[in-house]
């Protein structure tokens, strides 16, 4: 396959992504009870424009799975159909097959039928849609009915295959659209429709927007081609204002013997459906006044409706490019096809007849013959402007955060290097480089927010979780989901994916009760799992809370008594039993479920988090709940340090775990064994660790009076007191991963590069202390933590 | 050695380098870049022969002291210490060496593989030798020479 078709490919799978979104908050939307018309027709489009990405491709499986689903749809957008939550349930599992099939189709893999058959079956079931006549519709040719004017189609003689086409007996919603005894012949309607009043008469649709209806009679002037005007750009103009309908009346169209090339014989007829008032869409057609025929008149309701259900007979749509429709019809239209080749050189009348096409293409491809309604809205889809956005390479992002990263070290250099030279304070030196330190920083966060995206999408992966783990449970939950519009770094939402699918799989699975232990303790039977995210003091918390039983201490306590992990007399505060469940091997549930419990738990979950530089923590209350809480820096390329000196060693001290420095004196210290001392800080006691000591670059020493300390504070609350020799400075350093070149290091997080070029280590206080606190518990060798 | 099969009618070239006071060489294929030494900043919990982690220009380098990790004497510390880049599949590494001495092109069939012999802890660090101009050389299995991953965690 070439390269640039590989490439529409692959953005149509960006594009599916984008879909599969919508199409989810959408479900989600009409799941909390908005039905909305608008809502409706965003799942329907969603679908919609997948199947038909997908038919180009010639993704069959995707094309026939997304037809049937959206056949449902468009019975549910239709009113034919009210969908109970029970059938939401259906369309969501129908949604997550279809990103399935997705995913499949991008990576070259099959789904087989049998897993999306039953599901089909049930939809259609449900819905009351059968199979064998949307499958005729489906291959039914496109539609290809020229337009003749509203009545005037006498007035071509010499296209003579049209009344055949305009008869399209295959498609069973029309059949007797051609019959309509009144249909209103394109000049009784203009008469009959009032001429613009001064306030348009609007009207409210379904959505609660005031939409104007506009007719608008467009017939240019041979000067307006001259003049260099383009009518498509002004229909384009108009498309871009609202909901647009757009026949072109091809009435004055000579033969081919009679026609001057120099001449322009169309004119259009447009039905506009705007928000705007009229003096916009008159400003659309300002350049060429006086060079075209103009008539704008506000069309009442009655006509609209009339015309649209009429549309699919006298609305033009010539699909293609010119020579593609002369390709297409060559029997039914001969002379066109004549015509087109002749014509397209010459400049005046080409692009009239180019530009037909452009603004219909959209309903043309739209339009898939469902039925007249279906077309209808399905040409809504194009005015909706979406927020202006690049898509770019996470590569370039990656590159440009990297430089930004050696921009922070350079600016460091600079400003140690100028330090030096001892520069009067005041200097113009000095104000320049404060004001490029400001700027460094800047950039540095801009480059930061470029990664960063919103939750949300790890927040929608989940509720499929949920839905899946508590269908195959038997369990009826409900996830609420909230702050899902904060913005993480993306390599945080991506590695975050594991850990938090097996939290709320464990939410479901251990969190929650049965329905039937819920109804007996008097509990709504609908379990709730609650997925919050927010900013928080420059990192991000995550909750994942449920409203089930709450852990069971004294469970959790023998289980762990009976595993051996700890002693039977050990005393244990509740937080310590909560933590038991973070131990590798510990499992509560009695019997195995298929979902979690296989002993691969919680300990996954702690190192995924903790390898994100994050910490967990659980609270529980019994026969209330169990709330996960994971807090995650923003970013994982900068941080905030201080920059301690120890044993003639730079380290870098992450600032937000540092509670406060101070300097030791006699009486804060109490000597609790031959080796180990605590801090008497503000009453609370702490342990004492001498940092050079714990990374083995130096002996402990005897006495550590008059040494400085930083005072260390852990999520949960436990805090040590770190020995350091000297504080140097306080500063911004660019995180350097040290796993990928030499490995993991024990209580050190990453390697950073300071403004002398040197590097420095980035320590992990919490793994630090802990490193210490577990080293004393089992004395001769240290557990390792890295696998 | 690496893979030789594209140019096995042609010589391998080689870049030695002295270490310990002894003859070794590495396929010049796998080498990046020569430079000073530099100071190391030290590894915690690190084996003896990892000097630590140095940087260069903006990536995080770790340091092998090259005469440690083959059981060699080690000298003391001078200016003239080179660093060898060298790259070990995905990862790259500096190795600490006394001097570079030369780059050699050695023909396939005059390199032979090292004798069998009870094992010392060098031994496994050498692929080939070869004799050039009477001395010894020593061609280095670069992939023996950074620890796994889990060694060294442990």
Redesign the interface.
């Known amino acids: 396959m070439s390269d640039p078709m590989e490439e529409i490919r692959a953005s149509y799978f960006v594009e599916c992504e984008e879909l599969l979104e919508s199409l989810q908050d959408g479900l989600q939307q009409m799941d909390d009870g908005h039905d909305d018309s608008e809502t409706i027709n965003v799942v329907f489009r969603a679908v919609h424009s997948i199947k038909g990405g997908a038919g180009a491709f010639g993704l069959d499986d995707l094309v026939k799975f997304a037809h049937r689903f959206e056949t449902a749809m468009d019975e549910v957008r239709a009113g034919r159909f009210v969908p109970d939550s029970a059938a939401i349930k259906l369309f969501f599992q129908c949604a997550d097959i279809l990103a399935d099939l997705v995913r499949a189709a991008r990576d070259d893999a099959v789904i087989p039928e049998s897993i999306t058959n039953p599901v089909l079956d049930t939809l259609d079931e449900m819905v009351g849609t059968s199979e064998e006549v949307e499958e005729e519709i489906e291959f039914a040719p496109m539609v290809l009915n020229l337009d003749l004017g509203g009545g005037g189609a006498s007035g071509l003689p010499d296209l003579p295959g049209l009344p055949a086409l305009s008869g399209l007996p295959d498609l069973p919603g029309l059949p007797d659209l051609p019959g309509l005894p009144d249909l209103p012949g394109l000049p009784e309607l203009d008469s009959a429709l009032p001429l613009p009043p001064a306030s348009p008469a609007g009207q409210t649709d379904n959505s609660g927007n005031q939409l104007n209806h506009f007719r608008i009679l467009f017939s240019p002037e041979n000067s307006l081609y001259s003049s260099g005007n383009e009518p498509l750009y002004l229909l384009r103009a108009l498309r871009d204002l609202g909901e647009i309908k757009v026949r072109c009346d091809t009435s004055t169209l000579p033969g081919l013997g009679d026609l001057n090339p120099e001449n322009g014989y169309l004119s259009w007829i447009i039905e506009l459906s705007t928000e705007e008032n009229q003096t916009t869409v008159r400003e659309v057609f300002e350049f060429v006044d006086g060079l075209c025929d103009l008539d704008i008149a506000t069309a009442d309701d009655t006509a609209l409706i009339a015309e649209n259900a009429v549309a699919p007979q006298p609305e033009l749509t010539v699909t293609a490019e010119p020579d593609t429709s002369a390709a297409r019809l060559p029997d039914l239209v001969p002379e066109i096809a004549d015509i087109l080749p002749d014509v397209t050189p010459e400049p005046e009348v080409a692009p009239a007849l180019d530009k037909e096409p452009e603004p219909m293409d959209t309903s043309t491809a739209e339009y898939d013959a469902q039925s007249a309604a279906g077309a209808q809205s399905s040409a809504k889809a194009t005015p909706t402007q979406p927020r202006a956005t690049v898509r770019v390479d996470l590569e370039r992002i990656d590159r440009l955060v990297?430089l930004v990263?050696?921009l922070v070290?350079n600016q460091a250099m600079l400003s140690q290097s100028v330090a030096e030279t001892s520069l009067p304070q005041n200097s113009p030196v000095q104000t320049g480089l404060e004001e490029f330190l400001q700027l460094t920083r800047d950039i540095q966060e801009s480059v930061m927010m470029i990664r960063a995206q919103p939750i949300k999408s790890l927040f929608q992966r989940m509720s499929r979780i949920v839905r899946e783990s508590s269908a195959m449970l038997g369990k009826d939950v409900r996830l609420f989901t909230d702050g899902e519009n904060t913005e993480v770094d993306k390599t945080v939402i991506e590695r975050l994916a594991d850990p938090l699918t097996h939290m709320i799989r464990n939410a479901v699975d251990h969190g929650l009760e049965s329905t039937a232990d819920r109804i007996a303790t008097g509990k709504e039977p609908v379990g709730h799992v609650t997925l919050t995210a927010n900013h928080r003091s420059g990192r991000i918390v995550i909750d994942v809370t449920d409203d089930g039983a709450g852990i069971n201490r004294e469970k959790v306590r023998q289980i762990a008594i009976n595993k051996e992990l700890i002693a039977a007399d050990a005393q244990l505060s509740d937080t310590d039993i909560d933590n038991l469940l973070f131990l590798p091997g510990f499992s509560t549930a009695d019997k195995v479920s298929n979902l979690s419990g296989r002993g691969v738990g919680m300990d996954v979950v702690k190192s995924a988090i903790l390898g994100l530089g994050g910490r967990i923590s659980i609270s529980s209350v019994e026969g209330k709940g169990t709330t996960f809480s994971i807090s995650l820096p923003l970013t994982l390329a900068v941080l905030d340090g201080m920059v301690v000196q120890v044993a003639g060693?730079?380290l870098v001290v992450p600032l937000n775990a540092i509670i406060e420095t101070l300097t030791l004196t006699e009486d804060d210290l109490r000597a609790l064994g031959p080796q180990t001392h605590v801090v008497q800080i503000r009453g609370g006691f702490d342990p004492l660790l001498d940092l050079g000591a714990?990374?083995?670059?130096r002996a402990p020493k005897d006495s550590y009076i008059g040494d400085i300390v930083l005072l260390i504070g852990q999520e949960d609350g436990k805090r040590a007191a770190l020995v350091v020799d000297a504080i140097e400075d306080q500063r911004q350093v660019v995180i350097?991963?040290?796993e990928?070149?030499?490995?993991?290091?024990?209580?050190?997080a990453a390697?950073t590069?300071l403004g002398d070029?040197?590097?420095?280590?980035i320590l992990d206080p919490v793994d630090l202390v802990s490193e210490a606190t577990g080293r004393t518990r089992v004395p001769p060798k240290h557990l390792?933590?890295?696998? | 050695m690496t893979d030789n099969t594209k140019k096995s009618d042609t010589a391998t070239e080689l870049l030695s380098f002295l270490v310990g006071g002894q003859d070794y060489s590495v396929d010049i294929m796998s080498v990046r870049e020569i430079r000073g030494s530099a100071k190391a900043t030290s590894l915690p919990h690190a084996p003896p022969f990892v000097r630590g982690v140095i940087n260069l220009r903006g990536t995080v380098l770790p340091l092998i002291d090259l005469a440690a990790r083959l059981g060699l004497e080690t000298g003391q510390d001078t200016d003239r210490n080179v660093i060898i880049v060298v790259d070990l599949g995905e990862r790259t590494v500096g190795l600490m060496v006394d001097a570079v001495s030369d780059i050699l092109a050695i023909p396939e069939e005059d390199m032979q593989a090292p004798p069998d012999m009870a094992a010392d802890e060098t031994h496994n660090f050498v692929s080939a030798l070869t004799i050039v101009d009477g001395r010894m050389i020593r061609i280095l299995d670069l992939n023996a020479i950074m620890p796994d991953q889990n060694e060294e965690a442990a």
């Open positions: 990297n990263g050696e070290i060693e730079t714990e990374l083995g670059y350097k991963g040290l990928a070149s030499y490995g993991r290091v024990a209580g050190i390697a590069i070029g040197q590097i420095a280590l390792s933590i890295a696998g």
